[in-house]
């Protein structure tokens, strides 16, 4: 019963992670790292044991690769303790556990730097076995075998390249019928920089449309736009740049100007407030931009009719210190300059 529950918590960040590709982490990027924690076994002293030393401390290192900023593949080894016990024929055992493990890992972001996550795989579980029966007589056993493992924890992205976790692991049948857990809290070094978007690729232009021009020359006005998360409606989903429903729909009076005027352009500033390290919130704002652009690009309107660039944290229009300053500096704008329509 509590390895269903597990199995379906997991498999419910899964599906979280998965319909929202939410995360805090960043694609193509590695990391390594190390934790420490408290191993338990499931063992009791009731079943032939007068005696038992269940629990112990463990360590492991581990590493893995971003595919995306909400799935990983992770893998890594483990010290997972050693226990003893004492049978009721007064023979004693004593056990040290290490194991491999191998699995995919699924984010789902709570905060801009904390997300929930789940992992599932498999782990290659080594037992060293003594069993001394008695002062004149021992024996060495060995024992390893694949086991399901599955976990789960929190993530907190402390900056660019460290992040922190808190992780429960969970080992099924790590040897016979007893289940191991390990609770512990682990760092990670993050490098190797995410792969940069393509530049929006021009794409052949049009035959020109056929326009009745008319007969005195037509003046469109300088248009402006300014888009932020101070009115309460969020611009993007949380923690990364995909454009939420609202969003979408406070874009469409630059894009019924864009599709009227097949010769007006326009240009997408994305920014930040100054929350996190510089460098993270010009990349942010970099692909919030380009997302934006993208938008247009999909509703027909010619990529060289549009511009993108983020700029960060610069340029603030409040002030960071209160949450609506924040809020306000957390911002797309929109410019669309002139136009003059000749005859």
């Known amino acids: 019963m509590k390895l269903n529950k597990l199995i379906l918590l997991i498999g419910v960040h899964f599906s979280s992670g998965a319909m929202a590709i939410d995360g805090v982490h960043i694609e193509d990027e590695f990391y390594i790292g190390g934790k420490a924690g408290v191993t338990k076994l499931n063992m009791t002293c009731s079943n032939g044991f007068s005696s038992c030393d269940d629990d112990d401390l463990g360590a492991g290192i581990y590493a893995g690769y971003q595919i995306k900023n909400w799935l990983a593949v992770e893998g890594g080894y ?130 020109p449309p056929v326009v009745v021009e008319p007969k005195q020359p037509q003046v469109v006005e300088h248009f402006t736009q300014e888009l932020s998360s101070y009115s309460n409606d969020s611009l993007f989903e949380s923690n990364n740049a995909n454009l939420t429903f609202s969003l979408r729909e406070q874009l469409k009076p630059m894009l019924s100007r864009l599709q009227t005027y097949p010769y007006s352009t326009v240009e997408i500033s994305g920014y930040t407030d100054s929350t996190g390290s510089s460098k993270y919130n010009l990349y942010l704002s970099e692909q919030r931009a380009k997302n934006v652009a993208q938008y247009f690009i999909d509703e027909g309107i010619d990529t060289n009719r549009i511009t993108s660039r983020g700029y960060g944290e610069l340029y603030p229009i409040s002030s960071n210190d209160t949450e609506s300053g924040r809020a306000r500096n957390r911002r797309v704008e929109l410019t669309s300059p002139k136009l003059t329509i000749k005859k």
């Open 78 to 207: 483990n010290y997972l303790g050693n226990f003893d016990a004492t049978y009721q024929s007064q023979n004693k055992l004593d056990a040290t556990v290490q194991d491999v493990d191998l699995g995919i890992k699924a984010d789902y972001g709570l905060t801009e730097k904390l997300a929930l996550y789940g992992k599932i795989g498999t782990a290659y579980s080594m037992v060293n076995k003594s069993i001394e029966n008695g002062a004149t007589s021992n024996s060495e056993e060995k024992e390893s075998d694949f086991s399901l493992m599955l976990a789960t924890g929190v993530d907190y992205r402390l900056n660019r390249n460290w992040n922190t976790k808190l992780s429960y692991e969970y080992i099924n049948n790590i040897y016979g019928s007893t289940d191991l857990h390990f609770v512990s809290l682990g760092i990670d070094y993050r490098f190797g920089t995410s792969a940069p978007q393509r530049e929006l690729e021009t794409a052949p232009t049009p035959p």
